[in-house]
């Protein structure tokens, strides 16, 4: 096996995290997280022992505060399941087009989050900040819309470039391409544009209407960090939280602690 997967499968009363949050434990790393404090600590040190075992399920219920001192007082019933192929979801890729001030806001807020794969697309490499964060692929094209053929068609896309002109040809290139999910940044002004001349470019209004304009929740402001905020909270809730990185191993072989 790869390593662990760990899932909140239920919760009583207070706990650190929801049902269904999950971390990825393996011999050497974590990611993500069930909440930190000494109930992550103790799924690890269960989960490494399955490793080192070969074992493929196990649950257990925890109380947190008799058993592990944790100040919630809820308890929570932790799933191990042994999996392969622990790499970042390709399930779950998202396209960010532009590494301008909202683009690196945006990659700063997702990068960290776990089963997501970002490509980050821009002209050239001097646009790109000198720390580009771990695990996020950047990518430099002088012609972004030839680029768009290489994404998966189940990508999630957010267009975010310095020129009107670019965003409009990633829009084409989008919806000829197809896409799970694709945001656009702008106004309501710029978005009735693109909506004719996207129109005049041969695709339907309820094509086009799959492309969200603006993004992110507008009540949040307009500063970089807002607007990721926005972004990253709306892409989470309605598309990555249901996309899973990793298959579970069954074989029969099973501990329960």
């Known amino acids: 096996m790869s390593g662990v997967r760990v899932t909140v499968a239920a919760v009583q009363g207070s706990a650190p995290r929801e049902e269904g949050a999950a971390m990825l434990v393996r011999g050497d790393g974590i990611e993500g997280t069930i909440g930190g404090g000494a109930l992550e ?34 308890a929570v019933v932790l799933r191990f399941e042994a999996v392969e192929g622990l790499e970042r979801a390709r399930g779950a890729d998202l396209w960010v087009w532009g590494a301008g001030h909202v683009g690196r806001a945006v990659v700063g807020v997702m990068a960290p989050l776990p089963h997501v794969a970002i490509t980050w697309a821009d002209t050239g490499p001097a646009r790109f900040p000198a720390d580009v964060p771990e695990g996020v692929e950047s990518v430099t094209a002088a012609e972004l819309p030839r680029l768009m053929a290489h994404a998966p068609v189940h990508a ?41 001349r996207l129109g005049a470019l041969g ?20 500063h970089p960090q807002a607007i990721a905020v926005g ?9 990555l939280h249901k996309e899973s ?7 029969g072989k099973a501990t329960h602690t």
């Open 41 to 74: 600590w103790e799924a690890m040190r269960l989960a490494r022992q399955m490793l080192a075992d070969g074992a493929d399920y196990a649950e257990r219920r925890f109380p947190l505060g008799p058993a592990l001192g944790q100040c919630c007082g809820g």
């Open 156 to 196: 999630h896309h957010l267009i975010l470039t310095y020129s009107h002109e670019i965003d409009l040809a990633l829009c084409h290139a989008a919806l000829s391409r197809g896409f799970a999910s694709c945001g656009l940044i702008g106004s309501a002004t710029k978005w009735a544009r693109f909506r004719t």
């Open 203 to 222: 695709h339907s209004d309820a094509e086009i209407s799959r492309i969200a304009c603006p993004i992110g929740d507008p009540s949040l402001g307009k």
């Open 231 to 239: 972004v990253a909270g709306r892409l989470v809730k309605e598309h």
């Open 245 to 251: 990185a990793v298959k579970p191993i069954h074989r």
